[in-house]
């Protein structure tokens, strides 16, 4: 072998580094978008990248309770999702607008 | 094992891409078919950590369910691409906004660097515990108030939508 070798497996950090970048990755998308669908999908990002880390150290750690926190989270998700859907559809349908920077009727 | 490093390789330079497409692209259904991307590539790494239930209902819950209601909603909004507003540049915001972000991702980074964890391969168990049976087993023994709970959750969430989302029909005297 030369002075650069390959790992012959990924370290639990590896795993963990990939998902702080994926939760990342959502934040900038619910602070730079305008459409709330988008920035749903963000969020679904980021519940993700939780759920990656939660997985890794359920694997690596040998515990299956991480596992089981990723299934109620995705159910959470999953009703997260019908009801903020909901929503967009109920403000779509009284301000024809999915742009949360023309909503501001809740503003002070 | 170096499977596994090849894998995640590329399952991890997938899942980053498609998260960064999703949330760079101006139209609202390719940024929901590379979310549907990311859900794969996810599902992907949860293969190479042997959990193999998770995987499957990422790809069940997320890919089919969640997504199936995210395209739909966009098709039935008749949505365009988005437009950036000309008014919007307002650079000293949006800096602060990255510098936000960026300083929370190097606080993260930083705290796994700064204290590796020593775990370098997966738990010898971890081929087991992430079957199907052994997380039904524990689903229903150990968790089974949590799985009832989340039972009524849905069924909030499901008369919640139904009634945010229904028309209005006004009352006939």
């Known amino acids: 072998m030369g002075a650069f070798s390959l790992p012959t497996s990924i370290p639990l950090d590896y795993y963990l580094i990939l998902s702080a970048v994926l939760f990342v990755t959502g934040v900038v998308g619910v602070i730079t978008r305008r459409n709330a669908i988008i920035i749903f999908m963000s969020i679904e990002l980021m519940l993700n990248a939780v759920n990656l880390s939660m997985v890794a150290f359920s694997a690596f750690l040998g515990d299956v309770a991480g596992q089981m926190f990723v299934f109620f989270i995705m159910a959470v998700a999953a009703a997260e999702a019908a009801v903020g859907l909901a929503i967009v559809l109920a403000l779509f349908r009284n301000r024809r607008t999915v742009y949360v920077d023309e909503v501001n009727i809740m503003k002070w | ?173």
Do not use: C, D, W
């Open chain 2, 1 to 173: 094992m170096e499977l596994q490093v090849l894998l995640f390789t590329i399952f991890a330079i997938g899942a980053v891409t498609t998260a960064l497409l999703t949330i760079t692209r101006r139209n609202p259904v390719s940024s929901a078919m590379n979310l549907v991307a990311h859900f794969f590539m996810l599902s992907g790494l949860y293969l190479t950590m042997e959990a193999q239930f998770v995987a499957a209902v990422q790809v069940l819950v997320y890919a089919g369910a969640i997504m199936v209601l995210v395209v739909f909603v966009i098709m039935l909004l008749n949505l365009g691409k988005e437009q950036q507003l000309a008014e919007r540049g307002n650079a000293v915001r949006q800096t602060l906004a990255f510098a936000t972000a960026g300083m929370f991702a190097v606080m993260m980074i930083m705290a796994v660097v700064g204290g590796p964890s020593g775990k370098t391969a997966l738990h010898e168990n971890a081929a087991m515990i992430g079957t199907t049976e052994n997380i039904g087993q524990v689903l229903f023994t150990e968790y089974l108030f949590p799985f009832e709970a989340v039972s009524l959750l849905l069924l909030a969430a499901l008369i919640g939508s139904v009634i945010l989302a229904k028309r209005h029909i006004k009352e006939e005297a």
